[in-house]
């Protein structure tokens, strides 16, 4: 993921209070030393600065943000 990615929530995700929201990563807050270690996925590691519309700004994992997130539709470029 990077800087100015749209993040749109997925209507049924586990968060009642992010269904449906959209937002964009604001940044990428680098990696997790933590989770390194312990042999979690190198693309799982990193934390994001993420602006969502119905929440303001969180910092979510990687990890967190691919749960989510909407499917992209075929049609809907970047």
């Known amino acids: 993921m ?3 990615d749209l993040v749109r ?4 995700a586990a968060i009642p209070s992010l269904r449906g929201s959209i937002g964009v990563i604001i940044r990428n807050l680098g990696r997790d030393i933590a989770q390194n270690i312990t042999g979690t ?3 799982d590691c990193f934390y994001y600065e993420v602006n ?3 929440i ?3 910092t979510l994992l990687d990890k967190e943000l691919k749960l ?10 970047r």
């Not at 929530?9 to 049924?12: A, E, I, Q, S, T």
């Not at 989510?68 to 470029?77: H, Y």
């Open 2 to 4: 990077k800087v100015g």
């Open 9 to 12: 929530v997925k209507d049924n």
């Open 41 to 43: 996925e190198e693309g």
């Open 52 to 54: 969502l519309a119905a």
């Open 56 to 58: 303001g700004n969180q």
């Open 68 to 77: 989510i997130r909407a499917e992209r539709k075929k049609n809907e470029s």
